[in-house]
């Protein structure tokens, strides 16, 4: 899964995903949590590619027993086709969402708990997750538009830690991804993990363990190191 990330470089983001500007403000980030709001990448009516900040945790018209939301932030590849839920999203809902690096728990024993670690690319560049999103309907004022990260299976790196991995897209993808014009198969074989040597991963200190924690510091590394 993805259950934290960072976009902490900024300057130039929005050209390196073809806009002129971000119709808002990007600040550094590098502890982004659930139910924050993040910038998302998507094609609107006319065809354009243009962003907005959305809800992170996708809001379904469905709920748990109890009525309780769900409100997921991750969504499975192999749920996209499959699951009714997501089937609609699969065809008119897909995003870029722009990062530098995610962080994943690998479980430890001891009174430290679970170890954070921190991916990012060899070359720190900016790179998008595959994403869904769901507009809210007409009259619906109960929050922002809303918006969950797609993963697939772990490669190499990822494996050493955790059984899932965040959809990395090739960025020769994300043209295909964004448009509703590709047919769901052809979106579909965009997602799969990104290549073994693309990321590094270390170990980082637990403060990222609280989402209200912010800064670079939170990156420092640990002695450990995967790759």
């Known amino acids: 899964m993805c259950g934290r990330f960072t976009l902490s470089i900024t300057i130039g983001i929005a050209e390196r995903f073809g806009l002129a500007a971000f119709p808002f403000e990007v600040h550094p980030r ?118 969950a990260i797609i993963t697939t299976s772990p490669n190499r790196t990822i494996r050493e830690i955790h059984d899932r991995m965040p959809a990395i897209l090739d960025k020769r993808d994300e043209g295909t991804w964004l448009s509703p014009r590709s047919p769901p198969d052809t979106a579909l074989s965009c997602l799969k993990p990104c290549p073994d040597d693309l990321l590094e991963a270390f170990q980082v200190n637990q403060a990222v363990n609280d989402p209200g924690r912010e800064g670079p510091g939170l990156l420092q590394r640990s002695q450990t190191t995967l790759y």
């Open 30 to 147: 590098y502890n982004i949590a659930p139910s924050q709001q993040v910038p998302v990448i998507f094609e609107d009516v006319a065809g354009h590619a243009t962003a907005a900040l959305m809800q992170w945790g996708l809001k379904l018209p469905v709920h748990y027993a109890g009525g309780r939301e769900i409100r997921p932030v991750n969504v499975r590849d192999d749920s996209l086709a499959k699951k009714p839920v997501f089937s609609r999203l699969l065809t008119t809902g897909r995003c870029l969402i722009p990062a530098d690096g995610f962080y994943e728990w690998e479980k430890a024993g001891g009174p430290t708990g679970h170890a954070p670690w921190y991916f990012r690319r060899r070359d720190h560049e900016v790179f998008a997750f595959a994403g869904v999103f769901r507009a809210r309907g007409a009259g619906d004022t109960s929050g922002p538009d809303s918006c």
